[in-house]
T-cell receptor, first 115, second 116 residues
């Protein structure tokens, strides 16, 4: 079974600074998808960014980017120019390609942004 | 606007009682999912359904039951057999499981269940 591990239960960053959240996963598949979700205090899950395993280029969405290292099975999230609104729980998730797929989530990292 | 509606937002249950959590979507999504969230454990899959009248157990199905009589609805019943039901429950959907992997899920806003 696939597993997703987030080794940082809590992280903090100063406003306007950059922070990187770590995620590793275990799979025997070669083609799959990876996601980062944000859960603010409202507890509404919001998709931040996604990466397709067959693409070499790292995904980027405005201030959010990933460092995808397929051989190392690592998928870290970098938040640049951190804002107070970035404070949230962040979940890394994995999904196989194909029918019957479902998302497997990591344990989450609680990010605090200090003014 | 299309979306997923979970109700109620807060639910209290006495020990020994069954309780049903509602999940309705108007996105015309085929697949629906129930996750349980506990502190420090991320989201764990309870049940999922790819089509009407069919569903599969997830990783922690014991003590839970579901039905999928309509495409739009996927209610979750927490039975008295669930030993520790106090948790936050999230419902999600995707257009089709083949597209799940491309676009991820759309989530509801969750139900907080507390056993009193």
């Amino acid at each position: 079974a696939q597993t997703v591990t987030q080794s940082q239960p809590e992280m903090s960053v100063q406003e306007a600074e950059t922070v990187t959240l770590s995620c590793t996963y275990d799979t025997s598949e070669s083609d799959y998808y990876l996601f980062w979700y944000k859960q603010p205090p409202s507890r509404q899950m919001i998709l931040v960014i996604r990466q397709e395993a067959y693409k070499q280029q790292n995904a980027t969405e405005n201030r959010f980017s990933v460092n995808f290292q397929k051989a190392a099975k690592s998928f870290s999230l970098k938040i640049s120019d951190s804002q107070l609104g970035d404070a949230a729980m962040y979940f890394c998730a994995y999904a196989e390609k194909g029918s019957g797929s479902r998302l497997t989530f990591g344990e989450g990292t609680q990010l605090t942004v200090n003014p | 606007d299309g979306g997923i509606t979970q109700s109620p937002k807060y639910l209290f249950r006495k020990e020994g009682q069954n309780v049903t959590l509602s999940c309705e979507q108007n996105l015309n999504h085929d697949a629906m999912y129930w996750y349980r969230q506990d502190p420090g454990q991320g989201l764990r899959l309870i049940y999922y359904s790819q089509i009407v009248n069919d569903f599969q157990k997830g990783d922690i199905a014991e003590g839970y039951s579901v039905s999928r009589e309509k495409k739009e609805s996927f209610p979750l019943t927490v039975t008295s057999a669930q030993k520790n039901p106090t948790a936050f429950y999230l419902c999600a959907s995707s257009k089709w499981t083949q597209q799940l992997a491309r676009y991820g899920y759309t989530f509801g806003s969750g139900t907080r269940l507390t056993v009193v």
